[in-house]
């Protein structure tokens, strides 16, 4: 299994472009997530989505737009780049939410997409 | 937002000792989770916590999630070299999204 793929690994952005930071998984997973990571700071929930077709905002949306057209792939699209959005982007997936047990268990991180906007 | 409070920020300590951190939450969760992230990593999953006073081990780690399910806590025995790294814990909430802690930056000197 391959588990959960982010690509790129490493982008240079400049002010105002756009981009798209692609995650696929391949274990059938209905919940999916995009979190950042600021320098000396815990990861923060960007979006999530629950199953194709279905997504939310979470603590720190602004500057992103997400799609989920399929339940293998949830891409994260930076429109305008700014160099607040600098950060380290993981994805991850779970088969459960919270409403079966040993969820926590199954949670699937990404290796990290490292991004610098200058 | 939801924040975690985490604590220490940072420990220095000799290989062999032993080293404990905390996690407070103003908000109640119903799962505990304890990661390690070592530089240009993504966080590894050391303990989950599912149930208000549970204490759970794995090997050198030891975790319990708090009884008002607002608090928890990791602690390492006998440290080693490769325990180095950044410790985070996270509480799940619904739909499994996850709140983190700021981390704790673990040094162990051999």
């Known amino acids: 299994n391959a588990g959960v793929t982010q690509t790129p690994k490493f982008r240079i952005l400049k002010i105002g472009q756009s981009m798209t930071l692609q995650c696929a998984q391949d274990m059938n997973h209905n919940y999916m997530y995009w979190y950042r990571q600021d320098p000396g700071m815990g990861l923060k929930l960007i979006y999530y989505s629950v199953g194709a077709g279905i997504t939310d905002k979470g603590e720190v949306p602004n500057g992103y737009n997400v799609s989920r057209s399929t339940t293998e792939d949830f891409p994260l699209r930076l429109e305008l780049a700014a160099p607040s959005q600098t950060s380290v982007y993981f994805c991850?997936?779970?088969?459960?939410?919270?409403?079966?047990?040993?969820?926590?268990?199954?949670?699937?991180f990404g290796e990290g997409s490292w991004l610098t906007v200058v | 937002g939801q924040q975690l409070n985490q604590s220490p920020q940072s420990m220095f300590i000799q290989e062999g000792e032993d080293v404990s951190m905390n996690c407070t939450s103003s908000s109640i969760f119903n799962t505990w989770l304890w990661y390690k992230q070592d530089p240009g990593e993504g966080p590894v999953l050391l303990i989950a916590l599912y149930k208000a006073g549970e204490l759970t081990s794995n090997g050198r780690l030891t975790a319990q999630f708090g009884i008002t399910r607002k608090d928890s806590f990791l602690n390492i025995s006998a440290s080693i070299p490769s325990d180095v790294g950044i410790y985070f814990c996270?509480?799940?909430?619904?739909?499994?999204?996850?709140?983190f802690g700021k981390g704790m930056k673990l040094t162990v000197n051999p």
């Open positions: 996270a509480g799940q909430g619904p739909f499994g999204k996850l709140v």
């Open positions: 991850a997936s779970n088969p459960y939410g919270t409403e079966i047990a040993l969820s926590g268990n199954t949670i699937y």
